[in-house]
């Protein structure tokens, strides 16, 4: 795979039009190879989507910050040693110095350690959280957009009920009953959000499954299963990644919301909602290491993800419009 | 249109018939009886068995839901055995409060955002603009939680404009309009969060009309700005928003929850905030159902009023 030598934006269209809208790939071949020069490689549709992703500079720097504090957040603990288990009554509420950089909590806990572990479980969360819903979401989606007819409309008129219901109330409700583990949380968090990639999915099923290739491997007898997994979900691949990040986000902010109201993850383990809920006490004694620094990581970290997830939309949306 | 009507109408009350079973049966499966709440937990088996008998609990779960079914179509949304009350006459209590707050917030926001959308369109790509997209990108991506945190830092501390919370002595709705001072801080708070995501959908809106023919023969008739802007501009721009506010509802609840709980404002989202702690199933079973009529309902009001609004929007 070679990269084409010129990537200015004139070429980038040539090649985008290329790619995507000439059914075989002889006509696009021959407008690009030079005279009497190798045949480059057409840039797959992916790749445009990856390249239009690149030219915005600030999705790159937020994807980058990101990456920066998923390891500060995980290798971190490895060269900044804090306690995080056992409360130290000795040292509450210290302002920052050398050895506590941000200070320490109402039970003494080292306030960047417990970031630290707070963004773990953040992260955690909103990984395992997003995979959940984009799993049910992608298969249900997928089923419901290909069996069509009445068990569509039944499938979707689920969607739209469970849609209906308050998410952070009904969240809430359930996890007063079940939460504590980062796994347990996840799984209700998964369980309320697969309900808009489920309508994403259905949405580029319903448009798919009329194409000629999907039409080809009905007539050559491909099995249901065989066209959903092989055919209609890796078509679908590009809504249901944009939508993932929108799904962290989301987890991460839900997870906050939790903790916040007291419903989080069960000590020792903390979130940055736990921590803020627990900060709220102290705003009026000034004690203001508790409240920023852990309210600043968790909106640049929604933040983040969000324009991420903006840029990619408007990458893979070029590459559909080229479609 | 008649007909549109009649079947929106049918899809929301079968949507609100599903919604309800849903949620009735989720909540049922957490908490089966409120037997061992009211009784303590350490009631003999015994002792537990009979109160589900007295009050009905031992029925099958679908003759429960049918008959708490039966009771929510005369507004009876069940008993707080934690409170000793009603749970309508609970809700009676706070509604007003809690309506209030959204309702003046949403004013707000609406109030705010529609002309900074509006603004930021027709000045698009300024610096103005782009400080405005970063300040609701980032309001947008806040917890409402923590925003409160900060404007009571700002406000309340550090400059002793409101005070921290609400007080006590703000019993009913009335009392909470009389006294702006007290709820200033909550409503700002509540109506900066929906500012974010108004603002950016009217100046996505306002920015697709501004490129419309009718917009182009306004100026060319040689209307000043203002008139194209107040006359032409807004009247167009402003339909996406009816769609938004009937969207807003579940947002605004979690909201309410959250400020409410933040600034100690006794209304409906601190009934329930403390109805989680107290495990008051039935409270926190009628919050969830109310919630979720009003989002069918807000939608469903949303979809007619965009319909009559817009004559270009065909229903068939």
């Known amino acids: ?323 | 249109m008649l007909g549109y009507i009649v079947r929106r109408l049918i899809t929301a009350v079968i949507v609100v018939l599903g919604v309800t079973a849903v949620s009735f049966a989720i909540l049922h499966f957490l908490s089966p009886t409120p037997a061992y709440a009211v009784l303590g937990t350490k009631a003999t088996h015994a002792a537990v068995v009979s109160w589900n008998k007295q009050h009905g609990y031992d029925r099958p779960e679908i003759v429960q839901f049918f008959s708490y079914l039966g009771n929510l179509v005369q507004l009876n949304f069940g008993y707080s055995y934690k409170l000793n009350q009603s749970v309508a006459a609970l809700f009676n209590e706070d509604v007003g409060r809690s309506a209030y707050l959204s309702g003046a917030a949403l004013v707000l926001s609406l109030i705010i955002a529609v002309p900074l959308g509006i603004a930021q369109a027709v000045k698009r790509n300024s610096p103005g603009d782009y400080a405005a997209t970063a300040i609701n990108f980032t309001l947008y991506s806040m917890p409402s939680f923590f925003l409160g945190l900060i404007l009571i830092q700002l406000f309340a501390l550090d400059l002793n404009i409101f005070p921290v919370g609400v007080g006590d002595n703000i019993t009913t709705a009335w009392q909470a309009i009389t006294h702006p001072r007290q709820l200033c801080l909550p409503i700002v708070t509540l109506a900066l969060l929906n500012v974010a995501s108004f603002s950016r959908y009217m100046r996505s809106s306002a920015l697709d009309e501004l490129a419309q023919d009718y917009i182009r023969l306004a100026r060319a008739k040689g209307l000043s700005e203002r008139a194209v802007l107040f006359r032409h501009l807004l009247r167009n721009a402003s339909l996406p928003v009816i769609t938004l506010v009937g969207l807003s509802i579940p947002t605004l609840l979690a909201g309410n929850l959250l400020i409410e709980y933040l600034f100690n404002y006794s209304g409906l989202g601190l009934l329930f905030y403390n109805a989680l702690g107290n495990e008051d199933y039935n409270i926190l079973l009628a919050y969830v159902l109310v919630g979720a009529i009003l989002t069918v309902l807000g939608n469903l009001i949303a979809d007619l009023a965009i319909a009559t609004a817009d004559p270009r929007v065909r229903l068939d």
């Open chain 1, 1 to 323: 795979m070679t990269e084409p030598r010129k990537t200015g934006s004139q070429e980038l269209e040539e090649l985008g039009t290329a790619a995507l809208s000439v059914p075989g790939p002889s006509r696009g071949l021959s407008e690009l190879t030079p005279d009497g020069g190798e045949v480059q490689a057409i840039a797959s549709g992916w790749r445009l989507a990856l390249r239009e992703f690149a030219s915005n500079r600030l999705a790159v720097i937020c994807l980058a910050l990101l990456l920066l504090l998923v390891l500060f957040c995980f290798l971190g603990p490895l060269f900044y040693h804090t306690d995080q288990t056992y409360t130290n009554i000795l040292n509450t509420n210290l302002p920052p110095s050398g050895s506590h950089l941000l200070g320490t909590d109402e039970n003494g806990f080292d306030e960047l350690g417990r970031i630290m572990v707070g963004g773990q479980a953040a992260f955690e969360v909103g990984g395992f959280a997003s995979g959940v819903a984009i799993v049910i979401g992608t298969l249900y989606g997928a089923i419901s957009g290909l069996v069509g007819g009445f068990v569509d409309g039944l499938l979707m008129r689920f969607v739209d009920i469970l849609l209906s219901i308050p998410f952070l109330l009904i969240v809430l409700v359930i996890a007063t009953k079940y939460s504590g583990t980062v796994v347990e949380i996840s799984l209700i968090l998964g369980v309320f959000t697969w309900l808009v990639p489920a309508r994403l999915v259905r949405g580029e099923v319903l448009t798919l499954r009329t194409r000629d290739f999907v039409l080809a491997a009905q007539t050559m007898g491909s099995s249901r299963a065989r066209l959903i997994y092989r055919h209609l979900i890796p078509n679908a691949m590009s809504v249901t990644i944009v939508n993932v990040t929108f799904l962290i986000a989301d987890s991460i902010l839900s997870l906050a919301y939790l903790g916040v109201l007291g419903e989080g993850l069960t000590p020792p383990h903390t979130s940055w909602g736990d921590m803020l809920g627990n900060a709220q006490t102290y705003v009026q004694n000034g004690y203001w290491w508790l409240v920023y620094p852990v309210g600043a990581c968790l909106v640049f970290v929604v933040l983040a993800f969000n324009l991420v997830g903006d840029a990619l939309r408007d990458a893979v949306d070029v590459r559909l419009q080229r479609r």
